[in-house]
């Protein structure tokens, strides 16, 4: 069914999840680094993104093709809300520890803020007067 609920597709849910899983495990390897400021925009971008594919590897599981994802963008928030709504009942697997992730990640991703420069809010300069 195009543009609507369908089969669940296991198998695509399930790579939905790894690609989740290999953007958290970069994000992690990022925090490795242990600098303060070291790729912090591409850590954001890399747990958002993470964030986004685990919370539409549930909806495929829930049946949603790959057109009605799309239409969902890049917003977290709508994703949650679509989970409240599903069959599956998810929902409660999403802690508040995620949902407070969530709520400081879905605008800036679902802007792509974190993959554009010009999109990125302002460096604050580190101590020194260093950028």
Known sequence: ?????????????????????????????????????????????????????????????????????MQMGHSLHRCCRAINRGSLDLAVGISASDHTTIDALDCPHAMQSFRYPWLAPARPSSPGGGA
């Open 1 to 69: 069914m195009t543009g609507g609920v369908s089969r669940p597709e296991p198998e695509r849910a399930v790579h939905y999840l790894a690609f989740a899983n290999d953007y958290a495990d970069a994000a992690g390897r990022i925090l490795l680094i242990n600098r303060a400021d070291a790729a912090r925009m591409g850590y954001f971008a890399l747990v958002a993104h993470s964030l986004e594919l685990a919370l539409k590897a549930i909806l495929i599981a829930d049946g949603w093709d790959e057109e009605r994802l």
